[in-house]
């Protein structure tokens, strides 16, 4: 395809390298290398590289050399351009930089080239910008100094006094600043911390520092830049380490810095600042000294000039970095939008109306979704493994998670197993959210809470108590779609009477006939895996009063579970899991994954096999009317509340469901 030469300004990148070798030449920027063959190839680039400086059109620069060499040097150009050593800034927009803050510069110009268009009008559009950096001690200083290094003009400083202040060694950095660019300033605005809105007025980014958990005038500071129309980014040191981020636009989410605080939080409540309250009597750490502190204030500098020049002002906002003050380490950390840090949204029953209508999410989609909430340190979850645990006869995996709001007391395991360690994980990720969902509750939306009646599908206010009972991690139950999550709360909701039905049981329980019962392929399975292993079960059936099938699962260390269902081969199978769980857990010595303890069934009510007929029988399958006709035989309805209090996470699971028995 022939080329308008007339329509290419070629200039050669900053970080192009050029060797001669025994081929032509080797050619490498931080795009990668290439050879290019030809005996004259190092001297053509040699020549024509003085050339390539934006400045002149291909056809300027043809016209310039012999007619006989012009489709040669064409060639050459055309393809340094085709490998990215070589840019068309044909279409960059002016700018006013002079030659020699060009060349001061170059690097921080190359630098912005590498990665978008009009280098040298962005990084003039940055060193120009109002830029205040508020904080105070060694880190603020540090901060001065890397900002006039990366060409600010006049950086505006707001020092605080939780740490001493030295402006003596500010003005010793701006004088060494001043003399490759005599242009630059310092500004000082002095605000203190009950004027914080002042900190931003005018301000294009505000950049604040802290060598202690300041963390409510962190999150006032983000709210007035936001609102002053100016970016933010902030660096809040603690205990040993040091959080850079996020990097919040001028109209992003003034509520991200409080977000990502408090995810943090919800994996290390102990840490000091989780009350978003400002700690001034926090000692810095040791290793906040020398060097370090200049690491520190370089990493948010570098992702201020990142913004400010466009290379990345849509990204960061969902970003932390984690800064190890004593190994110097880095690593990202993204999180999510933290519920108690948005505005509060009351509790609006409309939102129900969508849930029946709602598109499916099955296990292995719910899997995939969940990736998103998995962070070491600032995640809904912070992982999902499967340690050291043993995986026969069962795989089982962990997923431990966050306590959001103070409800669990701290994070907290939740286990998932199955016959395959994709079937134990998907396991543990569903049962992570229902937990969560239980433990995630936003006193904002109210006292009461809407869900919707079971049977009719009318619409119910609940006191919010009910469904989030104060002291207690209420059961919660999920389902690939709304009826299937109903369903599950219902019975969740029926296994929570099994201790009121042993205290007002008479009669002792029929035990059932294993050998004769009729059960599903897999709980077949584990009845036989429990003969292998040598673990002695008996199952009594304690359907009567419960009003749906119900089973209680003994071996002679006890009562390993109690477990319901509107089909009795289903509540079995699951019943019969449990069982070879508890076997698991008890004979590898890990205790953690084992099935949570259960009151004992009583001797009395331990029926005798051998006296019972039909004792092969299974109860009656129950229909889902007749489980909530058991659970109002006193009078009542029975309302499923969808535990949604986390927006983001009902988008990725909406179906997670309480059941609530309501009277009057």
């Known amino acids: ?70 489709a040669a040097l064409a060639k050459l150009i055309l393809l340094l351009h085709g490998k990215g050593y070589v840019k068309n800034v044909l279409d960059d927009r002016p700018h006013t930089l002079t030659p020699d803050l060009a060349k001061t510069y170059a690097a921080n110009i190359a630098f912005v080239e590498y990665f978008t268009d009009s280098p040298e009008l962005r990084f003039e559009r940055y060193r120009d910008s109002t830029v205040v950096l508020a904080g105070s001690g060694p880190l603020l200083q540090a901060l001065a100094n890397s900002q006039l290094r990366a060409g600010m003009r006049t950086p505006v400083l707001v020092p605080f006094a939780e740490s001493p202040f030295d402006r003596y060694r500010v003005a010793e950095h701006l004088a060494v600043a001043q003399a490759r660019d005599p242009e630059q300033r310092i500004a000082y605005r002095d605000v203190d911390d009950g004027h914080l809105d002042q900190v931003a007025a005018g301000a294009a980014m505000v950049l604040h520092v802290a060598d ?118 880095t690593s990202n950390h993204a999180f999510l939008p933290h519920p108690l840090a948005l505005p509060a949204v009351p509790d609006d029953p409309a939102r129900l109306a969508a849930l029946a209508a709602a598109a499916p999410v ?17 995640g809904v979850f912070a992982e999902i493994t499967e340690r050291d645990y043993e995986q026969l006869p069962l795989f089982v995996s962990e997923v431990m998670v966050s306590d959001p709001v103070g409800l669990a007391g701290g994070p907290f395991p939740v286990y998932g197993w199955g016959e395959s360690v994709v079937e134990s994980r998907r396991r543990a990720v569903r049962h992570a959210l229902e937990r969560y969902a239980a433990v995630m509750a936003d006193p904002r939306r109210g006292d009461r809470l809407h869900g919707l009646d079971v049977l009719t599908g009318e619409p119910v206010a609940v006191d919010a108590t009910a469904v989030f009972p104060a002291g207690i991690a209420p059961r919660a139950a999920s389902g690939s779609d709304w009826p299937e999550a109903v369903r599950a709360a219902v019975v969740a909701a029926a296994g929570d009477n099994v201790v009121e039905a042993l205290s007002s049981a008479a009669e002792p329980f029929r035990r059932l006939d294993m050998d004769a019962a009729e059960l599903t392929s897999r709980g077949a399975r584990y009845l036989k895996l429990l003969e292998i292993v040598g673990q002695s079960i008996e199952v009594y059936d304690l359907s009567g009063p419960l009003g749906l099938p119900t089973f209680a ?27 070879l769980l508890a076997y698991q857990s008890q004979a590898a010595a890990q205790p953690g994954y084992a099935p949570p303890p259960v009151p004992d069934l009583p001797a009395k009510l331990r029926g005798d096999i051998g006296g019972t007929d039909g004792n092969g029988t299974l109860p009656d399958s129950v229909s889902l009317e007749e489980a909530v006709g058991a659970l ?33």
């Open 212 to 329: 202690r958990p300041m963390t409510q005038r962190a999150r006032l500071l983000s709210a007035a830049a936001g609102a002053a129309g100016a970016a933010s980014a902030q660096v809040i040191v603690v205990g040993d380490e040091a959080w850079i981020g996020p990097v919040i636009g001028k109209d992003g989410d003034t509520t991200a810095w409080e977000s990502a605080w408090r995810r943090l939080c919800a994996l290390a409540p102990d840490t000091v600042g989780a009350d978003l309250r400002d700690h001034p009597e926090a000692a810095p750490s040791d290793f906040l000294r020398g060097p370090t502190v200049a690491l520190v204030a370089n990493h948010l500098c570098f992702a201020a000039f990142r913004h400010l020049t466009g290379i990345d002002e849509d990204t960061g906002a969902d970003q932390l970095v984690r800064f190890d003050l004593e190994t110097l380490e």
């Open 362 to 378: 099955d296990d292995e989609e719910l899997a995939r979704r969940a990736v998103d909430c998995v962070d070491p340190r600032t």
């Open 632 to 664: 109002t035989a006193e009078g009542g309805r029975v309302v499923a509340v969808p535990l949604d209090h986390d927006p983001f996470l009902a988008r990725i699971c909406p179906f997670v469901v309480r059941a609530v028995v309501v009277h009057g």
């Open 553 to 579: 699962f003994t071996t002679p260390k006890g009562t390993v579970a109690y477990v319901s269902d509107l089909e009795p081969g289903a509540a079995l199978e699951r019943g019969l899991e449990r069982t």
């Open 1 to 70: 395809m022939e080329v308008d030469v007339e329509r290419v300004r070629p200039r050669l990148r900053g970080d192009v390298y050029v060797m001669r070798v025994q081929e032509g030449a080797y050619i490498r920027s931080n795009l990668g290398g290439s050879m290019l063959k030809g005996a004259s190839t190092y001297e053509w680039i040699q020549r024509i590289a003085p050339m390539l400086d934006g400045t002149k059109t291909l056809g300027e620069l043809c016209a310039a050399v012999p007619e006989s060499s012009r």
